[in-house]
């Protein structure tokens, strides 16, 4: 599986869209490990390449991170200072808690939490960078995403992933979504698009500090 082809349509819909700056803020409020991820990347990506077929919604910004603080208070007060900084419907979810209710092999990083999420057009995050890069989890690749495919990952069954689909409604709001039960392999890359150059260089690395 290819990413290269994704890589510049996907960072220019990132980047004009204000999901940038909610990347920022994230990062500015220091919320440990941080992604944005799931449907406000998912769904973003979507209305870009489905246009007005495409009738998604995105209720709320959801944040994936990891930190030892298992709380449910802990994530309230991260979304506390989040709002502070940009007034906004966010949702901070720490992975490490999650973890620990599953029965699977422990996650080791919101990396991992995110991996796991249904769907692998879902489990595509963002991250604004310290020197204003854009790092892009892709743990399945972009394919599945602007293909608009619906693909469960390795650590769902085809039931649950059926249900959600059904329960969700996707293929009512975007008639151009499709359903496919064969999985892909995992690959488990972040890539680094420095977007201050007329030519996207990016960095892939397996595994994470």
């Not at 959600?164 to 409604?169: G, L, N, P, S, Y």
């Amino acid at each position: 599986m290819n990413n290269t082809p994704f890589l510049v349509d996907f960072s220019k819909i990132i980047v004009g869209a204000p999901i940038w700056e909610w990347a920022r803020v994230v990062r500015d409020a220091g919320v440990p490990n941080a992604w944005i991820g799931a449907g406000a990347v998912r769904n973003l990506v979507w209305k870009r390449c489905f246009g007005d077929q495409c009738h998604v919604l995105t209720p709320d910004i959801d944040v994936a991170y990891w930190e030892a603080d298992l709380s449910e208070g802990r994530e309230q007060a991260w979304e506390g200072k989040l709002n502070k900084l940009l007034p906004a419907p966010w949702q901070a979810r720490n992975q490490h808690r999650f973890s620990s209710k599953k029965t699977h092999q422990p996650w080791n990083s919101a990396e991992d939490g995110i991996a796991s999420w249904v769907e692998t057009a879902t489990t595509v995050a963002i991250r604004h960078g310290e020197h204003d890069e854009l790092i892009v989890f892709v743990p399945y690749g972009l394919e599945d995403l602007f293909a608009g495919i619906l693909r469960p990952t390795d650590d769902v069954g085809d039931e649950v992933f059926l249900d959600r689909v059904k329960a969700k409604q996707w293929q009512e709001h975007c008639p151009a979504l499709r359903v496919e039960l064969k999985r892909i392999p995992k690959k488990d890359q972040k890539i680094m698009i420095e977007m201050t150059s007329n030519i996207i260089s990016r960095e892939e690395s397996r595994g994470f500090p």
